[in-house]
């Protein structure tokens, strides 16, 4: 017999963002699911509808994202990282786009301004974080790519960079 101690919450939510770890993104998903008598679609709404961010108009059926059944919009998506923009602890977890992570070798000449988490499975790319202005105010983002084909990803990859690059030059 033997005892293995797990690393801090923090340090695996890190991890799941920055390499993309489904299997530990479903995990962090049970563990904050008290299972008692609602199952996970109706917990996670219950969770945020608290924060007061209404998911009523979208399913949940895993903590990874990978069900195709699962359901999220690009504006709900984004009220939730507004709301959690001063959780210093979430915000840590996220990679800097052109650095580390999943988004290091894209936009690269953003100069650290953007935090991102990717998502992205065949015929996708979805990215979702955090923008930094130039006068220093923080936005959250998101934005949900998807129904291409594999002669189309060096051209959405391309847009991707743009977007980005567009995005940090916005007058506010």
Same mark, same amino acid.
């Given at each position: ?24 993104? &479903? ?5 904050? +699911? ?13 969770? +945020? ?6 998911? &009523? ?14 359901? #999220?919009?690009?504006?709900?998506? $984004? ?10 602890? =979430? ?18 000449? $953003?100069?650290?301004?953007?935090? /991102?988490?990717?998502?992205?499975? $065949? ?8 923008? $930094? ?6 936005? /959250? ?13 060096? /051209?959405?990859?391309? =847009?991707? &960079? ?5 995005? #940090?030059?916005?007058?506010?």
């Amino acid at each position: 017999l033997g005892s293995v101690i797990s690393p801090d919450i923090n340090e695996i939510a890190r991890e799941t963002n920055h390499k993309s770890v489904n299997i530990f993104a &479903d995990g962090l998903a049970n563990f904050m +699911w008290e299972s008692g008598n609602k199952n996970y679609d109706e917990f996670l709404k219950q969770f +945020w509808k608290e924060k007061g961010i209404n998911l &009523d108009r979208h399913r949940f059926l895993d903590g990874s994202g990978l069900s195709p059944l699962n359901t #999220l919009s690009c504006r709900s998506l $984004t009220a939730l990282l507004a709301a959690m923009k001063n959780n210093h602890e =979430f915000m840590g977890s996220i990679p800097v786009v052109g650095r580390d992570g999943t988004v290091a070798t894209l936009g690269k000449n $953003t100069g650290g301004r953007i935090a /991102a988490k990717s998502g992205s499975i $065949t015929g996708t790319r979805n990215y979702a974080g955090y923008f $930094t202005s130039g006068t220093g105010k923080k936005y /959250a983002f998101s934005l949900f790519v998807n129904g291409f084909n594999d002669d189309q990803s060096r /051209a959405v990859r391309t =847009f991707l &960079d743009e977007f980005f690059t567009k995005m #940090l030059a916005l007058k506010e």
